[in-house]
């Protein structure tokens, strides 16, 4: 079975599908589940078509699963891996799950039927690290609501289709989906250079971005912004308490429209480009990243500051509001672009090559000023 840490995917086979339909549903999908929830009769179907571990009523399964909590106790008293299977309707499924994770079930099944965020919310805050608890899901969308839920999310799903262009769909979902603590554990860093201020500049008057997430971020978090798509600025969100405005968590003022931020996937987006749903990728001073959804894009018309830097015999640049609450990050803090002067050290992020719609073309030669 999977690893503690890791998703779980199960995948149930359809008892009205024909024979040929089953064992081909299994054949192609047998790299990608942990698990396959059969009926009894269909327990030789799948073990003859290469599934390993087969969750069943029947005793010749390696999971057994259950309906209720007396069916449950007897089985764990033989030593046996255990599943109990709920449809919950109500309060009183729901505490029939509690008491499951209590009788120490090795899994959950919540078939959520009508309601399905609000019990999911539920039993993950009364459950998580007691059983492993998994959803079913017939959706790619299903899936993903369901491991996302409470941050902490379901420890796996059951594919509930006959697709297998789905299954595959929810399969890339529980690899792509993770906790945040995974996430900033997994995700591969990004690389920060020190970079020395050799200029900070008024300018006039600009149109700037305030990028207002649907999250919190935290201390030493930001975004990655420049005016050149080779040299990225690490501008910290609105964290900070001031005597004069209070901390906005939720917002990174990222600076001139014209500029290019680093979005997830690597990819590059224009300032300008930005609305409400799209994803941008928040970035510790350590190189963790987390993507985020945008609740709203701010433009407004404000006093502007050119701030160039030298890093690895290259001149950058970032072009951000002139605010006190507005800084760039250091190595070991950050510092406000009103206190910022030549000689200063500040944390930036260089890449190779060009961009031809976002993406990186890393041999093609580019030259931005």
Known sequence: MGDDGMRELWIRIDPSLPSEEKRRLIKKTVNLASAFLVEPEDVEVARTSGASVVVSRSEDGDVLL???????????????????????????????????????????IADCLDWKVIPLENLIAAVHGKTKLMALASTAEDGRTALETLQIGV?????????????????????????????????????????????????GSGARVCIDTCDLMREGEGMLVGCQSSGFFLVEAEVHETPFVAPRPFRVNAGAIAMYIL??????????????????????????????????????????????????????????????????????????????KPGDKVLVHIQEGGRHLGTLVKDEKVIER
């Open 155 to 203: 420890d796996g799903l059951v594919a509930d289709t006959t697709s297998i262009e789905e299954i595959m769909k929810i399969s890339s979902v529980v690899k792509e989906v993770k906790t945040r603590e995974y996430e900033t554990l997994s995700t591969e860093r990004i690389q920060f250079q020190k970079a020395e201020v050799l200029e900070v500049k008024p300018l």
């Open 263 to 340: 979005a997830p996937d690597g990819k590059t987006r224009y300032l300008s480009e930005l609305k409400a749903g799209d994803e941008v990728l928040i970035v510790d001073r350590e190189g963790r990243s987390r993507s985020a959804c945008i609740c709203r894009v701010k433009i407004e018309w404000r006093p502007m500051l050119l701030i160039e830097a030298e890093c690895q015999g290259r001149v950058i640049k970032t072009i951000l509001q002139n605010a006190e609450t507005i800084r760039v990050m250091t190595e070991d803090g950050s510092k406000s672009v009103s206190e910022l």
């Open 66 to 108: 259950v309906d209720s909590l007396e069916a449950l106790k007897s089985a764990k008293k033989l030593n046996r891996k255990v599943c109990i299977y709920v449809s919950v309707r109500d309060k009183g499924d729901e505490e029939k799950i509690i008491s499951a994770a209590e009788a120490l079930a090795d899994y959950v």
